[in-house]
Structures are given as structure tokens and as C-alpha cells.
């Protein structure tokens, strides 16, 4: 099994309150990982290291490593542009730009640098395929991305991070701001592009986990209490917490 | 009283409060353009300003007062968007900023005869600029950065966080973030900020009196090189505007026909900020919709 990201003894500090303590996780190439747990266990925050969204909040500390194939993600060298190519996100809130469905998708392959219409045409088309829109969509790609459905909102989002073709995508609970019906959607073409893309998606709820995850990632206060392939987590949690968790005796 | 008496209450208190104000605004521009219209024709729109005769037009004045217009926005604009990027995107939140942002109010509360005599004594007199329509754009570049600037700030503020995010994260660095998504989600309200800002450059005077002079001398409108004196584009000539035009008919004009020309020219003013308003909002409104793809 190869790991796309491993992380080491991540730990993370807002001024001087240690928020993440000692974190190790890997994600293993074109697998599904759900990262699991309760409000402010640290999951987002977590997530949001490995492509270095956290440097935009003032006061941030990050030590520990972080490795993406095997280079360090917070290197002085690292160009986070180039980072944030290969590792890809999607968030909670659909925030699709305020352009057409097209321009959307094919915004980030301009600025990448095609010019190539039509390779931008197939890969627009390819990107909302992969992510279940496309027959949704393909009469009203010069609609404004915003007058649709949140649902398809996120999706198109989805949509604008393959087209780019990221290694990784990161999802902070993609279909928490969703009806169960697009959330199911989310998942099932999640399922479709796993053996694409390696994906680590935080999500609150653990039926979603189980559904569409090989591995789970267990965290509470800041802390990674347990890891391990889904279903064993799932059937055999080895601590008390997390079995707690999973019956829902608190959160 | 219960909440719903209470609300109807206050709804028709607000809404006498509208009225008040729209009474005024209403009474006020029809006043200007009933005494002012019937003055107005095709004449007194071209032919240059009399001194003593009566049958003087506001030709020049009203192309020095649009030519300034451009002017002080070609120099005001891009810095007042500079800035206001700069302060909202880029710079830390921290004491220098916030120093900054002080300068730009109090820069802001100054009244505008101040700003006129500090032009006066530093573009027209230490830089050699002379009285010039030169003097008088940088001196409403002063006039009016600290509020366009605010504006932009303001409007760059109300783009979500989660659209810079979207960018970032998809590894647009940041400038072409700011470029291709919070620029043009934020253009109606830059664009708002620009229209106002001309509506006070276009009625400014006393900022004017000292920097871009009095005398309106005679344009030669078929001569078009921007260096020689009788042309209209030349920025180093004085340049009475039409609003210095109405104050200086107002308090000193011997033409016979001065309130005539002063009404007429009030009514000229007006409805040249409401068509560069209408325009302006039309021409946003299309690029907004061509970027934004929205109907």
C-alpha cells in the first residue's frame, strides 16, 4: 500500500493553546479515508494542514510532518500554488464562483495554463461527468453556477477540483449543507472516481463513513485515538471512546 | 400596545421618513430643472461664456467639468483600487494598517476649501503647475481617494471568505484570485463607489477655485493637439468648471442674463450626474453580466 500523505506528530497551536496533539496519519493511495468525530475534535483543522489552508489564519502554529510522495509539504521550498494543484478541496458550503457552470470548471485550467479550447471543452465535460452533473447541466453550461441546486452547486464544485487533476482531495464534510438525495449522489460518484483520486473526506456522519470509506480515522479533542481499515473500526473498535462514539453515547 | 401595533407603528413612522426625503429630492430637482430647463438649448450647450453680454452659452465650462471628471478618475481610480486591495487582501491586521485607515478618515472629514488652498499653495505654486486642470484633478484626487478607497475596501469585504478559499485552494495564487473571482464579484459595488464619487467631483467648487482656476479661456474644439493652449485636452491650461461657473455668476456676474445662465447651468448639471449615473450603472451592469453569466 502506498501513502500518498503521511503525516507525523502533527501538532497545532492557536497562539499558545495547543489545538492538535501529536497527530499520525497516512492516507494510502486511491483509497477513501473518513476522518470521524465529534465538533472541534480537530478533524477540519487537521484536514486543513495538509494543503495549507490554515497559514490564512493569523496566529497558526504547525510542527510535525507532513509529507506528500515523499516531499515535505511545509518546506521553505514548497510553492503552496503548485501544492494546492495536487492536493484538491472541496468545502461544506457549496461555493461555486459567480461565473457560468463552464467558466467554473474551466477557470482553473486557463489559469493552469491550456489554451487548447477544445482539450478545455473535453476536460470541462470529462470533470462534470466524474462528478454526476453533467446530464444535469450539459443544456445550461452558460447559466450561472448559482442558480442551481445546492446539491448540483457542490457538485460543480467537485466538478472545478477534477478538472484540475489534483493526487488528493480533501472534503470538509461535503454534504453536511445537503438534502439525503444529493448526498447520496455525492457519495456514489465518490465511489466512481476513488480508483482516480485519493480521497480524505471529514464527515459527521458515520453511516457515511461506513458506506463509502476503507479506512477511518477516529478523533476526539484533538486527539487521532484510533485508525484503521473501516470495517474493523466499525465492527472491533480496539479503544473504549471510540466505541462510545459509534454508539452514540455522547456527542 | 401589542408587537403587531407597534410594528404597523414604526413602519408607517419609516415610511413618512421616506417620504420626507423623497419629497425633498423631488422638490429640489424639479425646482432646478423647471426655473433651469427652459434656458437650456442647443446655444447656450456650445457657444462659450459672455462677461458682460447677455446670450452667453456654458459650452467650455461643461467640457472642462467632464474632461476633469475623466481625469481625476483616470489618477484617482487605479490608486483608490490599489490601496484598497492592498489594505483588505494583503496587508497584515495590525497597527500600521489601522494608522492607515485613521489617516483615511480625518483625510476624508476635511473640507474641501482646505484641500483647495493645500493644492493652491503646493501643486499651483511650489510644483509650477499654475492654475490648470492638472491641479485641479490632483487636488480632487485627494478630495476623493480617501472615500473610493473606503468603498473598494468595502466592497472587496463583501465578497464571502469562502469564494477566496474556493480559489486558493484550487492553487490560484493569490492575486489571481483577487483578479478572477473577487474583483468581478465585487464590481457593482466598485462601480457604486465610482459613480458617487463622480457625482461629488462634477458638483465640486471650492477645491477648484484655487487649483483649476476661474478664467475659462477659449477652447478651439477643432484643434486636438493636448499641447498647445487653445486646445480643449491641453491639462496645463485653466479650466473653470460648471460649478465654479454657477458660484462665480452667483456672487460676482454683471451679465444681464446671469440668473438665467445660472439656472440653465444648474439644470445642465444635474442632468449630466444622472446620465453619467445611468450610463455608468448600464455599462457595469453588462460586464458584470458578461463575466458573471447571470440574467
Known amino acids: 500500500m502506498v501513502n500518498v500523505i503521511t503525516t507525523h506528530n502533527v501538532r497545532l497551536y492557536y497562539g499558545d493553546k495547543e489545538a492538535l496533539h501529536g497527530i499520525d496519519l497516512d492516507f494510502p493511495k486511491q483509497k477513501i479515508t473518513a476522518l470521524i468525530g465529534p465538533s472541534g475534535s480537530g478533524k477540519s483543522t487537521f484536514l486543513r494542514c495538509l494543503n495549507r489552508m490554515n497559514d490564512l489564519t493569523p496566529g497558526v502554529t504547525i510542527t510535525g510532518s507532513f509529507k506528500l510522495d515523499g516531499k515535505d509539504i511545509y518546506s521553505p521550498k514548497t510553492d503552496v500554488v503548485e501544492l494546492r494543484k495536487k492536493v484538491g478541496m472541496v468545502f461544506q458550503q457549496p461555493n461555486p464562483f459567480p461565473f457560468s457552470v463552464f467558466e467554473n470548471v474551466a477557470f482553473g485550467l486557463r489559469l493552469a495554463g491550456i489554451r487548447d479550447r477544445k482539450l478545455i471543452q473535453e476536460r470541462v465535460e470529462t470533470s462534470l461527468k466524474q462528478a454526476a452533473v453533467w446530464d444535469e447541466v450539459k443544456d445550461k453550461l452558460n447559466d450561472n453556477a448559482l442558480s442551481f441546486s445546492g446539491g448540483q452547486q457542490q457538485r460543480i464544485c467537485i466538478a472545478r477540483v477534477l478538472a484540475v487533476q489534483p493526487e488528493i482531495i480533501l472534503m470538509d464534510e461535503p454534504t453536511s449543507a445537503l438534502d439525503p438525495v444529493s448526498a447520496g449522489k455525492i457519495e456514489d460518484l465518490l465511489l466512481d472516481i476513488q480508483d482516480k483520486f485519493t480521497i480524505a473526506i471529514v464527515t459527521h456522519n458515520m453511516q457515511q463513513a461506513s458506506r463509502i470509506s476503507d479506512r477511518t480515522a477516529f478523533f476526539l479533542d484533538g486527539k487521532l485515538v484510533e485508525t484503521g481499515l473501516t470495517k474493523q473500526l466499525f465492527i472491533a473498535p480496539k479503544q473504549e471512546s471510540t466505541s462510545d462514539y459509534l454508539n452514540g453515547k455522547f456527542g | ?295
Open chain 2, 1 to 295: 400596545m401589542n408587537a403587531k401595533k407597534i410594528d404597523k407603528l414604526a413602519t408607517a413612522i419609516i415610511g413618512f421618513l421616506v417620504g420626507v426625503v423623497v419629497l425633498i429630492l423631488v422638490a429640489l430637482i424639479g425646482y432646478i430643472l423647471v426655473t433651469g430647463l427652459p434656458h437650456v438649448s442647443w446655444h447656450f450647450l456650445t457657444s462659450p461664456s459672455q462677461s458682460f453680454l447677455k446670450g452667453g452659452g456654458i459650452g467650455d465650462q461643461l467640457f472642462n467639468s467632464l474632461y476633469l471628471l475623466v481625469l481625476t478618475l483616470l489618477i484617482s481610480f487605479p490608486i483608490a483600487l490599489g490601496a484598497g486591495i492592498y489594505l483588505f487582501e494583503y496587508a497584515p491586521q495590525n497597527w500600521v494598517t489601522s494608522t492607515i485607515r485613521v489617516a483615511i478618515e480625518v483625510l476624508s472629514s476635511l473640507p474641501s476649501v482646505v484641500v483647495g488652498l493645500f493644492g493652491f499653495l503646493l501643486f499651483v505654486i511650489e510644483f509650477k503647475l499654475g492654475f490648470s486642470i492638472l491641479s485641479g484633478a490632483i487636488a480632487l484626487t485627494f478630495f476623493n481617494l480617501p472615500l473610493l478607497t473606503r468603498s473598494v475596501e468595502n466592497s472587496l469585504a463583501s465578497v464571502p471568505k469562502l469564494q477566496r478559499e474556493a480559489g486558493l485552494a484550487l492553487g490560484f495564487s493569490r492575486w489571481q484570485t483577487v483578479l478572477g473571482v473577487i474583483f468581478p464579484e465585487a464590481l457593482p459595488g466598485i462601480l457604486t463607489a465610482i459613480i458617487l464619487s463622480a457625482g461629488r467631483i462634477f458638483g465640486e467648487a471650492a477645491a477648484l477655485i484655487y487649483t483649476a482656476g476661474q478664467s475659462a479661456p477659449i477652447l478651439n474644439f477643432s484643434n486636438w493637439n493636448p499641447l498647445s493652449p487653445t486646445s480643449p485636452l491641453n491639462p496645463m491650461r485653466p479650466a473653470e468648471t460648471l460649478a465654479v461657473h454657477i458660484w462665480k455668476i452667483n456672487s460676482e456676474g454683471i451679465m444681464p442674463d446671469a440668473s438665467a445662465v445660472s439656472a440653465g447651468a444648474s439644470a445642465v448639471l444635474i442632468l449630466a450626474v444622472l446620465i453619467f449615473n445611468f450610463s455608468a450603472r448600464w455599462l457595469g451592469n453588462r460586464i458584470y453580466r458578461k463575466v458573471t453569466a447571470s440574467k
